[in-house]
């Protein structure tokens, strides 16, 4: 009988756990020293050795011939937990069993001394679907727990645990599985089963499974059993991608503007019925890896692919500009969204493809301008303002004196109330001059006052941050200052790149999550400080002098307009 790549190349040991060293190290670590937890939490997307490193952690705490911190894999203790009939080691999975009662009774069984082994371990799978109640019963072993005990809990979604049971918990994040490590894994188990395996095929696997190591055994799987070897087409084939030269032959294609071309690649990969939604992955792979080619020195760093594609990379990466890569790139990931949620992939692909060849392609951002610069003529002119009160949602009081009541426009009067209602940044606005009788509302206030912007201290620490979630946003904004204004966060830096990275839906999601984490702020923006400085008119971002973004943002603040850069 064919046993499973992943079942038969589950690790064994901590040292042939792949990509997660910082985890197995500090388990062999407490192991050695005799200091253990005795409750672990293991959090991780599906596939990145959750399971895997709970079953070696309860086979080393109870292997009586533990080895620097290895369970032998050899006695009786390790041979019964890994064949599943050891009775003190318990494996739950909380998506069936939920429920209190089954939470009390391993309570119960808790309190009894192990048989067999030294530790009753109990390891409970995707335990955020635990029920109040069981999370409860649960709290109460955690707090109070028998020393002959140890739980290890693994979940996909920490942010469900009650803080409660987190922390009460020893905790680890297992790492998506990096490209690199897992096509040398592919590459290892291929030669060791005897299979053949190509470097590009171990690549395109790695990427196709995206950090987890079950999908990309799977995979392999499926194309041991046609029995061929394994190279990239034969891994497109299983996986439904066909042959990558659809991948060149588009962005060929959007280059030219030939939408007939763009239909037709979609139609042969329809009729070879190839996976829109992997088709659409793998084009924002291609387009990433452009944009990576266009922005950093060494781009073979930070790309896995063959020789052969990283030339075809590089010749699109001539062509495509990075507004435009970013463009695609943008709307591409808008489409997988889509078609995740459900919309047809053919039509999706089609839509956004013949969008993104058609020539306005680029007026994307060239609207923005417009748009801005619209805006901001009509602060100047003083005429948005008529409409300020009805933006500014003003805290409780002032309910009856805005816009219904009065009319707003003529009243330069009594701006007072207003512009206090935003309440921005740190840096408090002077004082409303109610007396300055000046005639046009926004003119007044020019001169004198300080814009509103705070400097973001924590930057560096926010970068820090940044630089675990997205290392290319980091390599990028590495070396940059930052300042706050309102829920917006304004990069200041030199890299030509800064505006583009932050012009990505990822990238900007990355940063403001670092910075929300970091400053418990309410973030919801983050924009360059040079390319809004060309956006409101100047060509050169001020240098020492006044800085014209942070004067537009102010003005667009006193006006109690929302500025998107979006
Ligand atoms: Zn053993």
Redesign the pocket.
Same mark, same amino acid.
């Given at each position: 009988m064919y046993t499973a790549l992943y079942r038969k190349w589950r690790p064994q040991t901590f040292a042939d756990v792949i990509g997660q060293n910082h985890i197995t190290e500090t388990l062999k670590n407490e192991i050695i020293t005799g200091r253990l937890s005795h409750a672990y939490l293991f959090i991780g997307s599906r596939g990145t050795g959750k399971t895997t490193c709970a079953r070696i952690l309860a086979?080393a705490v109870n292997?009586?011939? /533990?080895h620097e911190g290895e369970? +032998?894999?050899?006695?009786e /203790? +390790?041979k019964s937990i890994d064949a599943g009939t050891a009775l003190d080691i318990t494996e739950i999975d909380a998506a069936s069993n939920n429920g209190v009662d089954n939470i009390r009774d391993l309570r119960e069984q808790a309190n009894f001394n192990p048989s067999e082994t030294k530790y009753r371990v109990y390891i409970i799978d995707e335990v955020h679907m635990l029920s109040q109640g069981a999370f409860n019963a649960l709290l109460k072993t955690l707090e109070e727990p028998p020393a002959h005990v140890k739980f290890i809990l693994a979940t996909t979604e920490a942010h469900k645990m009650p803080a409660t049971i987190l922390s009460r918990c020893q905790r680890f994040d297992f790492k998506r599985i990096g490209a690199e490590d897992m096509s040398e894994r592919l590459l290892y188990i291929a030669e060791e089963e005897g299979i053949s395996l190509t470097l590009e095929a171990a690549h395109l696997i790695s990427r196709l499974s995206d950090g987890a190591m079950r999908d990309a055994l799977s995979i392999m799987d499926q194309c041991i059993a046609t029995g061929k070897e394994i190279d990239t087409a034969l891994v497109g084939e299983v996986c439904g991608i066909a042959d990558r030269a659809y991948l060149a032959d588009t962005a060929g294609a959007l280059l030219k503007g030939d939408s007939t071309k763009l239909l037709q690649v979609i139609e042969t990969l329809y009729e070879n019925a190839c996976d829109m939604e992997r088709y659409c992955t793998e084009l924002i792979h291609f387009f990433r890896n452009i944009m990576v080619t266009r922005s950093v020195k060494n781009p073979e760093k930070l790309i896995i692919c063959s020789d052969e594609e990283m030339q075809s990379i590089r010749r699109y990466a001539e062509k495509f500009t990075l507004p435009a890569c970013l463009a695609v790139i943008d709307a591409l990931q808008q489409t997988q969204a889509q078609i995740k949620a459900g919309v047809h992939g053919r039509t999706a692909m089609e839509m956004v493809l013949i969008k993104l060849a058609s020539p306005d392609m680029d007026a994307r951002d060239e609207s923005v301008l417009k748009r801005l610069a619209a805006l901001e003529q009509a602060v100047q002119s003083g005429a948005v303002v008529q409409a300020a009160p009805q933006h500014i949602e003003a805290p409780a009081q002032p309910q009856a004196a805005p816009a219904a009541v009065e009319p707003p426009a003529e009243q330069p009067e009594h701006p007072a109330e207003e512009p206090e209602a935003p309440a921005p940044v740190s840096e408090a606005t002077p004082p409303a001059p109610e007396e300055q009788d000046a005639p046009e509302p926004v003119a007044e206030a020019e001169p004198e006052q300080e814009p509103a912007l705070a400097n973001l201290r924590q930057w560096p620490e926010i970068l820090q941050e940044l630089f675990t979630r997205n290392r290319l946003a980091w390599t990028i904004l590495n070396g940059t200052t930052a300042k706050a204004v309102g829920n917006t966060v304004i990069v200041y830096g030199t890299h030509p790149s800064i505006a583009d990275i932050l012009a990505v839906n990822i990238n900007a999601e990355d940063v403001l999550a670092a910075a929300n984490g970091i400053t418990n702020a309410q973030f919801t923006k983050v924009i360059s400080a040079k390319d809004a400085g060309a956006l409101v008119g100047e060509e050169t971002p001020a240098q020492g002098g006044e800085d014209p973004l942070e004067a537009f943002l102010q003005k667009a603040q006193e006006g109690g307009i929302e500025v998107n850069f979006k």
């Open positions: 086979k292997c009586p011939h /533990v369970p +032998c894999n050899a006695c /203790v +390790c």
